[in-house]
C-alpha cells in the first residue's frame, strides 16, 4: 500500500502562484508514475500534470507554461508548482501514483485525499 497526502492549497488571487506537495509513504517500489488531477465543482476529473520515475513530465494544454510538476525522489515527494493562476483553475487537486501496467490502463492504484485551491477575481 502506498499512502499519499497532499498539501499547499489555499486561497490566490488571480495572477499569484502557489505550490502543492505530495507526500508519498509505505510501498513504493512499484510506482512509476505520478500525477495530479484536479476536479471543480460539476465538473469530471481531469489530468493536470504527469512525470515519471525518470522525470519526463506530461502537461495538459490549459496549464502548459503555467505549472511545473517535478519530484524530489530522495523525499518521495511531487509538487506542483502553479504560476499565473485563474479562477478557472480553482478546483480540488487530487495526487495520484502509479504502476506502469496500471498507468497503461489510464488508471491509477493510490490517490490522495485532496487539497482545494481557490483563485479569486
Known amino acids: 500500500q502506498v499512502q499519499l497526502v497532499e498539501s499547499g492549497g489555499g486561497l490566490v488571487q488571480a495572477g499569484g502562484s502557489l505550490r502543492l506537495s505530495c507526500a508519498a509513504s509505505?510501498?513504493?517500489?512499484?510506482?512509476?508514475?505520478m500525477a495530479w488531477h484536479r476536479q471543480a465543482p460539476g465538473n469530471q476529473r481531469e489530468l493536470v500534470a504527469t512525470i515519471t520515475r525518470e522525470g519526463t513530465t506530461n502537461y495538459a494544454n490549459s496549464v502548459k507554461g503555467r505549472f511545473t510538476i517535478s519530484r524530489d525522489n530522495a523525499k518521495n515527494t511531487v509538487y506542483l508548482q502553479m504560476n499565473s493562476l485563474k479562477p478557472e483553475d480553482t478546483a480540488v487537486y487530487y495526487c495520484?501514483?502509479?504502476?506502469?501496467?496500471?498507468?497503461?490502463?489510464?488508471?491509477?492504484?493510490?490517490w490522495g485525499q485532496g487539497t482545494q485551491v481557490t483563485v479569486s477575481s
Open positions: 509505505g510501498n513504493r517500489l512499484s510506482i512509476n508514475i
Open positions: 495520484a501514483a502509479a504502476d506502469i501496467f496500471t498507468y497503461a490502463r489510464r488508471a491509477y492504484n493510490y
